[in-house]
């Protein structure tokens, strides 16, 4: 009997640990920069770059760098081919022992924008094709998902915004559901082609959910010839 209850309280403090280093509880943050580069009245370059940690600016959980090329149908629809790199430590411990995942990414994607009244309102549709290296133990994968993001931009003056956005990810495979964000941000323009925004992301998955705190910087320089 000693045994077995020996059993169930370890059953139980491995579960509890789990738990725990899964950092569900903390307040993590990502740090981005975000860059539209217009070299035509149709073409322009898209690069961005993210660190992404389990706590507020230390324990680092992602690296995330991403380009494309964007063709600018019209002013309120543009489509894009792009890649992405994405370095992933998927264990809550600062210096865990599993190797990182490594992630080579193709997207295709679509935008759509309106204005009503004063909202401007952003569709997104994007298709991933995600080529996954878990290291020596792991083997790879390839998988395939969805996304759409609807995003709402609310004027407060000329140089103070509002943005909020909703997306969800939908895997093309088993567990069809793989997360949605919640995002709320005030936003700064600084200058016609800079702007900063600072807000809060809820990531829920379908075994947890995450409370992150974001800072992103927007310049979308144009290069086209006045």
Do not use: C
């Not at 609807?150 to 000329?158: C, E, G, I, K």
């Amino acid at each position: 009997m000693k045994r077995v209850i020996t059993s169930m309280f370890l059953v139980f403090f491995a579960l509890g640990l789990t738990a725990q280093d899964s950092g569900e509880d903390e307040l993590g943050s990502w740090h981005m920069i975000f860059s539209t580069l217009r070299m035509t009245n149709k073409l322009s370059i898209h690069a961005e770059g993210q660190l992404r940690y389990y706590e507020a600016g230390k324990n680092f959980n992602q690296l995330l760098l991403r380009t494309g090329l964007n063709y600018h149908i019209n002013p309120n629809a543009i489509g894009t081919f792009g890649y992405g790199f994405i370095d992933t430590d998927s264990a809550f411990e600062e210096f865990p022992e599993e190797e990182n995942i490594k992630e080579h990414r193709l997207f295709e994607q679509f935008i759509l924008k309106n204005k009503v009244w004063e909202l401007g309102f952003e569709h997104r549709y994007r298709l991933e094709q995600r080529f996954l290296d878990f290291g020596s133990n792991g083997g790879t994968d390839v998988q395939h998902r969805v996304r759409y993001r609807l995003q709402v931009t609310l004027p407060l003056t000329d140089t103070f915004f509002l943005n909020f956005y909703d997306e969800v990810f939908l895997n093309l495979q088993n567990n069809v559901f793989g997360q949605n964000r919640l995002y709320a941000a005030v936003g700064l323009n600084i200058t016609d082609n800079l702007s900063v925004q600072s807000g809060y992301l809820k990531n829920h998955f379908n075994n947890a959910n995450f409370d992150r705190l974001q800072v992103a910087v927007f310049y979308n320089p144009d290069f086209r010839k006045k």
